[in-house]
């Protein structure tokens, strides 16, 4: 049978950390599975359902890279993929369990009957055995047992039963959602029984837990997908972090791709225990990624943080910039950061505010310009025939190699650490190493 997952957000919030885990995992489980990955908007709750919302979670998938098979802006067999627009269907399956006296009206709302002694346990392929019985359904005053609202007065669908109207229509064969949930499943198991129908199987994610150990929330940073992208982190790194929260792709492989992912990923591997959502491993996972990017594509990633700092970025050459990211090598987290301590290639505006020269003893500052001359006159403007003229000059006067390369690594970037100082030098070209050396009265 052909494996159909689904993901069923309520557009009444941004695509947050903990949704984008339960979409991914279904979308892990449907591409391993070759089956169907579907999008549900579960917008019955009126009042705080919005279009904007439905769209941010729909790009924020999309930016995550979890491609859904059917939904509402796509359509499919099982459709429609909104839950305002199956009210109908709603009220005919309230009416038919109205009809067996399995239902029943009261002030305007449609109640299930819940008896007593109903056998509710599953197996969960995460949790294990649940073992339950329509005896713990109780109302919380009476202690009597608490009958189930299926459409309310307004004649809206409660959560627990159009989902298990909409699940078991909609073919799915893997309900796989946060463990929040698990409370909600006899609830659920209870309809599908009145109705007749064969349950899905169902896979509860363990929760997410910030490294205080509380449950993931505000405090704890970022919680949107968004702003993770507005941060600097790559789609990939964001996916590849959330695929790691609760689930292992085994002999530590923590660095994969989705095609990896999906080829690695089991349902049965996936940890009870809480995750925990530690932001120095997303950093890790993040800058393995930027690595591994060819220069072009990481040039288009960090292209618009450079453009946020104010700079030129037009101004100059793909190749150019390209080259200059090449030269980073492995340096910054995000591509924010990478984009800061790059910036000195994109102008020189930065590096004035950052040195000013105020601290080149004057004692140094005649020999300094005997070397920057020598290296200007450089026939071959290449690295290492710079660093060789550079090497031949300190030898010859006697001099410490520290003391002239620090001045030019300042001059050129404002900054104590940067890539071989030579190979900046060689790619900011003769004229702008110049124009720098100048503006400092060091040429
Ligand atoms: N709309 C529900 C939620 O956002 C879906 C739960 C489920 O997957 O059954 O929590």
């Avoid at 309520?10 to 070759?34: C, D, E, K, Q």
């Avoid at 007749?196 to 896979?203: I, L, M, N, T, V």
Wanted: proline share 5%.
């Amino acid at each position: 049978m052909e494996t159909r997952a689904r993901f069923a957000p309520s557009p009444t919030g941004a695509l947050h950390i903990g949704g984008g885990h339960t979409a991914l995992f279904n979308w892990l489980w449907a591409r391993r599975t070759g089956g169907k990955f579907i999008l549900r908007i579960e917008d019955t709750d009126r009042a705080r359902s919005t279009a904007e919302y439905e769209e941010t979670i729909m790009s924020g998938m999309t930016w995550l890279g979890l491609d859904w098979d059917e939904g509402p802006d796509k359509g499919g067999p099982r459709g429609p993929y909104r839950q305002s627009e199956r009210l109908d269907l709603y009220r005919e399956h309230a009416e038919r369990l109205t009809a067996e006296g399995k239902a029943y009206r009261a002030e305007g709302a449609i109640l299930f009957r819940v008896l007593p002694d109903v056998d509710l346990s599953f197996d969960d392929i995460v949790y294990g055995r649940i073992e339950t019985k329509s005896d713990g359904l109780k109302d919380r005053e009476s202690e009597g047992l608490k009958d189930i609202v299926l459409i309310k007065s307004d004649g809206m669908p409660t959560y627990n039963y159009a989902v298990v109207i909409d699940d078991h229509l909609m073919e799915i064969t893997h309900v796989i959602r946060g463990e929040d949930h698990i409370s909600n499943t006899p609830k659920q198991l209870l309809l599908y029984g009145a109705f007749g129908w064969k349950p899905p199987r169902f896979a509860h994610l363990p929760m997410i837990l910030g490294k205080d150990k509380k449950k993931l929330s505000k405090r704890h940073g970022a919680t949107s997908v968004y702003e993770f992208r507005d941060m600097g982190y790559m789609p990939d790194s964001v996916f590849n972090f959330l695929a790691l929260l609760g689930w292992s792709a085994g002999e530590d492989r923590e660095i994969f791709d989705r095609r990896e992912a999906s080829a690695l990923f089991e349902l049965s591997r996936v940890t009870r225990k809480p995750a925990v959502f530690d932001p120095d491993k997303l950093n890790f996972i993040n800058q393995e990624h930027l690595k591994r990017l060819d220069p072009m594509a990481r040039l288009e990633l960090v292209k618009p943080f450079w453009r946020e700092l104010g700079l030129p970025v037009g101004g100059h050459d793909d190749a150019y910039l390209a080259g200059a990211l090449t030269l980073m090598g492995g340096r910054g987290q995000t591509a924010k950061e990478l984009a800061g301590f790059s910036d000195y290639y994109v102008s020189f505006e930065p590096v004035k505010e950052r040195w000013t020269a105020e601290g080149v003893p004057d004692g140094l500052r005649p020999g300094l310009r005997e070397f920057f001359a020598a290296l200007l006159a450089e026939p071959e403007w290449a690295a290492e025939k710079l660093e060789a003229r550079a090497r031949a000059w300190v030898e010859e006067k006697g001099a410490k190699m520290k003391d002239y390369a620090m001045t030019l690594r300042f001059a050129l970037t404002g900054m104590k650490v940067s890539p071989g100082i030579f190979e900046v030098a060689a790619l900011l070209g003769r004229g702008e190493v110049r124009r720098r050396l100048e503006f400092y009265g060091l040429c």
